[in-house]
């Protein structure tokens, strides 16, 4: 097999380097007769920390819909996909070398009709600890919660379970060597998953400052999806007729949401992009989330390794192109860190040591 060779800086440090790829890996030996297939800003494959490949906004998707979704993601450069909850069985994906590869979380966890229809394992306290072993038990390490939802009877969200049943999930979970997330959109339940020691906080915006400090001690990560947050007014509208309380918090929520994840920047939370797309978003949209993080005023260097080389670190992945360092990386014609707006057009991308786009 033809080595390839790709020259340029290569982030995040930004030195000049010239990087051959062979057998699937980086090496920096100089290659005879490798092919030149890039030159430019090279980037660590990026990350989009939470999506939900096999879904959309019905529910389960068939196989090529599924195909599509991950090299949607894949052609914009995201060649590592934290599945944040799918009810699709999508292990092959992880067998097919033409597409990123993806850490599963098996199905979302909710308690009974407090969840959209058709996504998640809807049940009750008693069994929530059954189905978090489940769970860890069929994907990758880690399992995905609905902390809260709306409550139909008090009209606003709610811890979606009691204290004592988040916690005994949690436990049970790291038990067996698996780590929790949870949808968060409200502030009621983050004291609880924060004590019990959850790993991460998806979406976060009913953050206060003494829940950051928690986070920070605990080192519980936060995925914002910056671009869903941006949903949330549309959200109200709908629920406003029957639940005006519900509209007002979630109105309230999107209003501060960037001076809340801002907040938990500042303190110290490690902060990463996630586009949650398969539901009402579309796949492939990492740059945009990356643009959005920034637009709240993160530095585009910490905005861009939230998507790169910091996420790949937290995930267990090579966080930089070094000797024998996975060969999955992006390159662009100008330096990422100087207009995120490149990020939507990648000039090569390379997955396995192949160019895939």
Same mark, same amino acid.
């Given at each position: 097999?033809?080595?390839?060779?790709?020259?340029?800086?290569?982030?995040?440090?930004?030195?000049?380097?010239?990087?051959?790829?062979?057998?699937?890996?980086? %090496?920096?030996?100089?290659? $005879?007769?490798?092919?030149?297939?890039?030159?430019?800003?090279?980037?660590?494959?990026?990350?989009?920390?939470? /999506?939900?490949?096999?879904?959309?906004?019905?529910?389960?998707?068939?196989?090529?819909? %599924?195909?599509?979704? =991950?090299?949607?993601?894949?052609?914009?450069?995201?060649?590592?996909?934290?599945? /944040?909850?799918? +009810?699709?069985? %999508?292990?092959?994906?992880?067998?097919?070398?033409?597409?990123?590869?993806?850490?599963? #979380?098996?199905?979302?966890?909710?308690?009974?009709?407090? &969840?959209?229809?058709? &996504?998640?394992?809807?049940?009750?306290?008693?069994?929530?600890?059954? &189905?978090?072993?489940?769970?860890?038990?069929?994907?990758?390490?880690?399992?995905?919660?609905?902390?809260?939802?709306?409550?139909?009877?008090?009209?606003?969200?709610?811890?979606?379970? +009691?204290?004592?049943?988040?916690?005994?999930?949690?436990?049970? =979970?790291?038990?067996?060597?698996?780590?929790?997330?949870?949808? /968060?959109?409200?502030?009621?339940?983050?004291?609880?998953?924060?004590?019990?020691? !959850?790993? /991460?906080?998806?979406?976060?915006?009913?953050? %206060?400052?003494?829940?950051?400090?928690?986070?920070?001690?605990?080192?519980?990560?936060?995925?914002?999806?910056? #671009?869903?947050? *941006? *949903?949330?007014?549309?959200?109200?509208?709908? $629920?406003?007729?029957?639940?005006?309380?519900?509209?007002?918090?979630?109105?309230?929520?999107?209003?501060?949401?960037?001076?809340?994840?801002?907040?938990?920047?500042?303190?110290?939370?490690? !902060?990463?992009?996630?586009?949650?797309?398969?539901?009402?978003?579309?796949?492939?949209? !990492?740059?945009?989330?990356?643009?959005?993080?920034?637009?709240?005023? #993160?530095?585009?260097?910490?905005?861009?390794?939230?998507?790169?080389? *910091?996420?790949?670190?937290?995930?267990?992945? *090579?966080?930089?192109?070094?000797?024998?360092?996975?060969?999955?990386?992006?390159?662009?014609?100008?330096?990422?860190?100087?207009?995120?707006?490149?990020?939507?057009?990648?000039?090569?991308?390379?997955?396995?040591?192949?160019?895939?786009?």
């Amino acid at each position: 097999m033809t080595a390839l060779h790709v020259s340029g800086p290569v982030l995040p440090d930004g030195e000049p380097r010239d990087l051959y790829v062979v057998d699937g890996v980086i %090496t920096l030996e100089r290659q $005879a007769g490798a092919e030149t297939v890039a030159s430019g800003w090279v980037v660590p494959g990026l990350v989009d920390a939470h /999506c939900h490949i096999g879904l959309d906004a019905h529910g389960e998707v068939g196989r090529d819909e %599924t195909e599509a979704q =991950a090299v949607a993601d894949r052609d914009a450069g995201a060649l590592l996909l934290r599945d /944040c909850g799918s +009810p699709a069985d %999508t292990r092959w994906v992880q067998d097919r070398d033409d597409l990123p590869r993806l850490i599963r #979380m098996g199905r979302h966890i909710s308690r009974t009709r407090r &969840y959209i229809r058709d &996504y998640a394992w809807e049940v009750e306290p008693d069994d929530l600890t059954t &189905y978090v072993e489940q769970e860890a038990r069929r994907g990758d390490g880690w399992v995905k919660l609905v902390g809260d939802w709306i409550e139909r009877d008090r009209g606003d969200l709610a811890p979606s379970f +009691p204290a004592e049943a988040f916690t005994a999930a949690i436990e049970t =979970a790291h038990a067996l060597g698996a780590k929790v997330t949870a949808h /968060c959109f409200g502030t009621e339940v983050l004291p609880i998953l924060i004590a019990a020691g !959850i790993d /991460c906080i998806e979406h976060g915006t009913g953050l %206060t400052e003494d829940l950051i400090d928690g986070m920070v001690a605990h080192g519980t990560a936060l995925v914002p999806t910056a #671009m869903q947050l *941006n *949903n949330f007014p549309q959200y109200a509208d709908q $629920a406003a007729d029957k639940f005006p309380a519900y509209a007002a918090t979630m109105r309230d929520l999107h209003a501060r949401r960037r001076d809340t994840i801002m907040a938990a920047y500042e303190a110290g939370v490690p !902060i990463y992009a996630g586009t949650d797309a398969g539901g009402v978003l579309p796949h492939g949209g !990492i740059a945009g989330e990356v643009a959005e993080l920034a637009s709240y005023g #993160m530095p585009a260097a910490d905005a861009l390794g939230g998507a790169s080389w *910091n996420a790949r670190a937290w995930l267990g992945w *090579n966080a930089t192109l070094d000797e024998g360092a996975a060969a999955d990386f992006v390159v662009y014609e100008t330096d990422p860190r100087a207009d995120l707006a490149v990020l939507a057009r990648p000039a090569r991308v390379v997955l396995r040591g192949q160019v895939v786009a």
